[in-house]
């Protein structure tokens, strides 16, 4: 088992940055690839970014990219993702996610409880 618990959320300005962390206990970290997904009001969970084990491969949704960045600290068994040029359709509650495989569908082992993103223009 793994457990993820989310924090960083907020309220920013558009334009503005915010990073979230997903800090996971249990299991080995080292061993699982890490997602973010969100979710706005109304509309399917999205992929936004993922990362493999030690941070070699990583993905991002073309929305995001050049914006967003996703990393981890295994060390400290967390993960990151850093949001910057804020815009309020990024507005949605965000999710991490881990599993054995790095994906870019929400079909990962692991959620947390994920945390609100809330942009305003």
């Known amino acids: 088992q793994v457990q993820l618990v989310e924090s960083g959320g ?3 300005q558009a334009g503005g940055s915010l990073r979230l962390s997903c800090a996971a206990s249990g299991r080995t970290f080292t061993a699982y690839a890490m997602g ?10 999205e992929f936004v970014a ?3 084990w030690n941070g070699g491969i990583t993905y991002y949704a073309d929305s995001v990219k050049g914006r ?16 910057n040029s804020l815009k309020p359709e990024d507005t949605a509650v965000y999710y991490c996610a ?6 870019q ?13 809330t942009v305003s223009s």
Not at 68 to 83: E, V
Not at 105 to 117: D, F, K, L, R, S
């Open 98 to 103: 881990a599993d054995l495989f790095i994906r």
């Open 36 to 45: 973010w997904f969100r979710q706005a009001p109304g509309k399917e969970r």
């Open 50 to 52: 993922a990362i493999n």
């Open 10 to 12: 907020g309220l920013v």
């Open 68 to 83: 967003f960045t996703i990393s981890r600290d295994n060390a400290k068994k967390t993960g990151y993702l850093q949001m």
């Open 105 to 117: 569908t929400p079909a990962y082992a692991y959620w947390g409880q994920g945390t609100q993103v």
